[in-house]
């Protein structure tokens, strides 16, 4: 593989300019991110900490193999919502190690409305569970939660991806083989009971985890029977007189240690086989993304730059480097781990869309891992493009893109606009991860481009009926499209939403792609399979 020959001068002025935009945008989202880590209230952090419990994060930190990365998922969702009183959306989830195998964690903040669950928290545990089935990975639940956030049950309990579906994972998972175990370290209420009864060996708190399916307000409002939840569902109940948990811990720490111990009694499974080759920084200084990575979305950014240090070496063996510049595709290695990478460079012609349809192919038959960079402001518009099939041409990426089931990882480094979304693995093509960069959008299209249709759909409207806009009505209205699509377009907007997976600083993006490929290959790359290519 060549290394890719920068052509940027890090010295000019315009470069210099990008990199204190872009550090004061990355600022703004490291202190958000911070206010979020520290969102909880005072007083129940403090009331937690005197009951003798770990908060959630510092409970992962021992479960997971000392020195090793934890990759927290959507650490931000719910932000600017719910008057920013659920904090990450009230639960921790993410991928760490233990024992040396890939993990997917999931851990309720009691700080956090009693770890409740609302729309967002759902949303968040669901998503883990997803990555947990399309990847094969092992399930650690440390329950702390006071089930469903009562006043926002109509957008929790009732529907598909709502709380039932917490236990048809957990189902389906067991009988992938994948093992779940559940610390019960406070409240286990309701449905939340069936969480620890599911998975395959559950650990429980003395005098701290309760599991109940009707906790001891309800027992008595049905039955009339008074009962301390302690008696009612406490440790020493499950451990010795129901059955329903199997280990006894004293307190959070030797829960903890239980779990891990557990973890080496598990069975080592057969991974994925990669060509993986011996680790190497780029050539290029990561950090010099803060100077190239686009914030004005009218500059052409070259995304070659972008792999250039991004990739091993900063070596990238092109493909069709010749033909159809508005999409880069290649080969490149990151942190040793073979990958296939595409990258918008412009918009997305027929051309393009056929060198991008060939190369998942490659990328498939090959069993490489894909990373999608995503910067498109959508596909070709125009009476020449739609006479040349643009139409057929867009469809044959997507379809390559839909039916490509090696793993997937999307990266949204600049706009993320139209159809384009679709084609390079948005959130509806089951990426098995996605990020965005501090400095991204996403939305429909652009905020002028709306204003520029909606207006006109409206002039037409009134020039039906023989009226028309003065140009102070035309301009609110511009003004009205702007200001939403501004507020919509943030990544803090997508991330609240749960649209990705987080977002990211680019200069951790190599990393976080590693760990996405190293638990990827818990999972069988399945064979390449693909439907009707229109031709
Ligand atoms: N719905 C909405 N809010 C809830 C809630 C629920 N299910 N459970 C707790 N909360 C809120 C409380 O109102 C309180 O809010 P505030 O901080 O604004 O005052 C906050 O969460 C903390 O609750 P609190 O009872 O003070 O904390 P705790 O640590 O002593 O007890 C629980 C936590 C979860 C054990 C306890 O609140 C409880 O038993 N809740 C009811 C659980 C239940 O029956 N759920 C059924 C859902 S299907």
Redesign the pocket.
């Known amino acids: 593989m060549y290394r890719i020959e920068s052509k940027i001068d890090v010295q000019s002025s315009a470069f210099k300019k990008n990199r204190e935009e872009f550090l004061k945008i990355l600022n703004e989202f490291k202190s958000n991110l911070e206010k979020v880590r520290h969102g909880a209230?005072e007083k129940?952090v403090s009331?937690?900490k005197e009951r003798g419990k770990l908060l959630a994060r510092e409970r992962i930190d021992l479960l997971i193999d000392p020195n090793t990365p934890f990759l927290e998922l959507s650490p931000m969702a719910a932000f600017g919502e719910y008057g920013n009183q659920f904090p990450s959306a009230g639960i921790i989830t993410g991928i760490g190690v233990i024992h040396g195998k890939e993990t997917l964690i999931i851990a309720n903040d009691?700080t956090v409305?009693?770890?409740?669950y609302i729309k967002e928290t759902i949303k968040k545990h669901v998503r883990a569970q997803q990555i947990a089935i399309e990847n094969c990975l092992p399930c650690v639940y440390m329950v702390d939660?006071?089930?469903?956030?009562?006043?926002e049950q109509s957008k929790v309990f009732a529907d598909r991806f709502n709380f039932g579906r917490f236990f048809y994972n957990q189902a389906r998972l067991s009988a992938m083989g994948v093992p779940q175990i559940a610390i019960v370290m406070?409240?286990c209420?309701?449905?939340?009971a069936y969480v620890p009864a599911m998975s395959d060996e559950t650990i429980i708190v003395k005098k701290q985890g309760t599991i109940f399916i009707g906790?001891p307000?309800?027992v008595k409002a049905a039955t009339g029977e008074v009962v301390s939840p302690e008696d009612l569902g406490g440790a020493d109940v499950h451990t010795s007189i129901s059955g329903v948990a199997d280990h006894l811990a004293e307190n959070d720490q030797h829960a903890i240690q239980i779990c891990r111990n557990i973890f080496q009694t598990l069975e080592s499974k057969e991974k994925q086989r990669l060509e993986i080759s011996p680790v190497e920084d780029p050539f290029y200084d990561p950090e010099e993304i803060y100077g190239l990575a686009p914030i004005d979305f009218r500059k052409p950014v070259d995304s070659k730059e972008i792999i250039a240090r991004m990739v091993d070496g900063s070596r990238f063996h092109e493909f069709k480097a010749r033909y159809a510049p508005t999409l880069i595709t290649g080969f490149a290695n990151i942190m040793g781990y073979p990958v296939g990478i595409l990258a918008n460079n412009g918009v997305l012609f027929s051309e393009s869309s056929l060198k991008g349809a060939h190369f998942v192919e490659l990328c498939q038959s090959r069993k490489i891992p894909i990373l999608f960079m995503q910067n498109i402001t959508g596909f070709i518009v125009g009476k020449q493009y739609e006479h040349g099939g643009i139409a057929k041409d867009g469809a044959k990426f997507v379809h390559a893109v839909a039916n490509a089931d090696v793993p997937k990882f999307t990266v949204v480094f600049g706009g993320s606009f139209g159809a384009g979304n679709y084609a390079m693995a948005g959130r509806a093509y089951d990426p098995r991860l996605l990020f965005m960069w501090p400095n991204s959008r996403i939305s429909v299209m652009g905020g002028e481009q709306a204003s520029g249709v909606l207006i006109q759909v409206k002039e037409e409207q009134l020039a039906a009926s023989g009226k028309t806009m003065n140009p102070e009505e035309r301009e609110k209205l511009r003004a009205e499209i702007l200001k939403k699509y501004e507020e919509e377009g943030s990544p803090y907007f997508s991330t609240s939403r749960l649209w990705d997976d987080g977002i990211i600083d680019p200069v951790d993006t190599r990393k976080i792609i590693a760990m996405g490929i190293a638990m990827s290959l818990n999972q069988k790359f399945p064979d390449m399979k693909n439907g009707v290519f229109r031709m």
């Open positions: 209230p129940a009331r937690h009691a409305k009693g770890g409740t939660s006071g089930g469903i956030f009562l006043p406070g409240s209420t309701a449905g939340g906790g307000p309800l």
